[in-house]
Nanobody, 121 residues
Framework: QVQLVESGGGLVQAGGSLRLSCAAS????????MAWFRQAPGKEREFVAG???SYADAVKGRFTISRDNAKNTVYLQMNSLKPEDTAVYYC???????????????????WGQGTQVTVSS
């Protein structure tokens, strides 16, 4: 069982940066596949980045995912933010996910409550 709590969202101007954190409970944190997804109003939830070092095309070169197993925390560093990055960002964890399937939300059994990121133009 894993519980996920995101933090670090907020309001930022276009071109700015934010770092999201996802704190996970559970002693087997390091054995879980982890990823970030986001959902904008009126749109479906979409993959952002996974700890297989894959990224959505829309964020490549601007976002970086990382993990600190000692702190049971996953991070998403977001630079050069754009208004179209505005969304609720979710952290997700799952077991036995093949690298090619990290982008599929249905593979993740654990989700955080989400943190709002708003980028103003």
């Amino acid at each position: 069982q894993v519980q996920l709590v995101e933090s670090g969202g907020g309001l930022v101007q276009a071109g700015g940066s934010l770092r999201l954190s996802c704190a996970a409970s559970g002693r087997t944190f390091s054995s879980y596949a982890m990823a970030w997804f986001r959902q904008a109003p009126g749109k479906e939830r979409e993959f952002v980045a996974g700890l297989n070092w894959s990224y959505a095309d829309a964020v490549k070169g601007r976002f970086t995912i990382s993990r600190d197993n000692a702190k049971n925390t996953v991070y998403l560093q977001m630079n050069s933010l754009k208004p179209e990055d505005t969304a609720v960002y979710y952290c997700a964890a799952g077991r036995m996910i093949s690298s090619s399937d990290y982008y599929l939300s249905r593979n993740y059994g654990y989700w955080g409550q989400g943190t709002q990121v708003t980028v103003s133009s």
